[in-house]
Structures are given as C-alpha cells and as structure tokens.
C-alpha cells in the first residue's frame, strides 16, 4: 500500500525527477508547476523557491547520512559489520532517492551559501568517520593492511554512485545490490 505524499513531497520528489534529467540549472519553476499540472503561482503556496527545493532534497540526504555513520561508528559492532552497515545505507538512500541523489552528486554546488557550508561540513564529517571505520579496521587486523585513502576511495566512489546503475538494468534491484555489493566491496573480486 501506497502512502499519499503531501504536496511539499510531492513537489520535491517531482523536482529531483526533473533535476536528475535536465540539471538543476536548466530546470525552472514554471517546468515543475507543469510537471505537478498547477499554475506555478500555486506552487509558491507550498515552497518559496527552486532553492528551497535543492536545499530539501539534499540537506535531508546528507543528514540521513550523518546521523547514521555517527550510528554506525559508536556502535560496538566489528568493523566489517559496520561496513556491511554503510553499505547497506548507501544502498537504502539510493533506492529509496535515485532522483535526488543525483542532485546531491550533481547539484550541491548550487546551495546558498549557508546551506552550502553546512552540507560541506557533513560531507567531511561523513567521510572523516568512513576513515575512522576503515583505519581501526586495518589496525585491529580486521582489513587486510592495504592504502587506506585508496580504499575509502574506491569505496566512496562505487557507493556514491549507485544511482547510475540503480533501476537502469534488467534485474538489477535492491535484492541484488544487498546481496553483492558488500560481498564485491569487502571480499575483493580475486
């Protein structure tokens, strides 16, 4: 069963829909007011902005983000299961938001500068605790004693862009990401 979105969730969700075809810069409030099929004055009843929009979509991802590894990293779990934890994450928010993840890799350059400082901010904290993870990971003998910078890379880069992939191939679902990914990410491919 379906939950109704309110119209705020709507309106974004139809934006990021927008913004992850055409960029964010390209994309006007007259494009979203006919996507939704209102007058773009009555949009206006539900947001202030296109801005307002960007900063929803993506300040309300990338908090997900942080309060979760924060989560993840003060558990007393091992550190693989706290891999398999991020993992799953980036897995959840992507299928969960594959428009608006697109925003966030594409467009946070366009926040206001408040906003935009503040979504820095957790983009470093976020990454900052991923390398705590791995690094005590490595230490404790858990991670084979490889570079850890070249590993949060590899990482952070195959799970911030999932949503490339994600609902673009025949069979390639949520199933199959929970059931490869961590293995592929973790265990290598030799």
Known sequence: MSVKLDRKSEIVAIASKLFREKGYSAVTVRDIAQAL????????????????????????????????????????????????????????????????????????????????????????????????IVKNGIETGELKNHNSEVLIFSMLSTLRTLYLWYGRKNGFTKKTLQDHLALILLNGII
């Open 37 to 132: 099929d209102i007058k773009a004055a009555s949009l206006y009843n539900h947001i202030s902005s296109k801005q307002e929009i960007l900063r929803l979509m993506i300040i309300n991802i990338a908090e997900n983000y942080t309060n979760t590894i924060s989560e993840i990293l003060d558990s007393s779990e091992n550190t693989v299961f706290k891999l398999q934890k991020v993992i799953q994450l980036h897995i959840d928010i992507t299928v969960d938001n594959p428009d608006a993840m697109a925003s966030l890799n594409n467009d946070w350059m366009h926040l206001q500068e408040d906003d935009l400082k503040y979504f820095l901010k957790m983009r470093d904290e976020y990454e900052q605790k991923f390398r705590i």
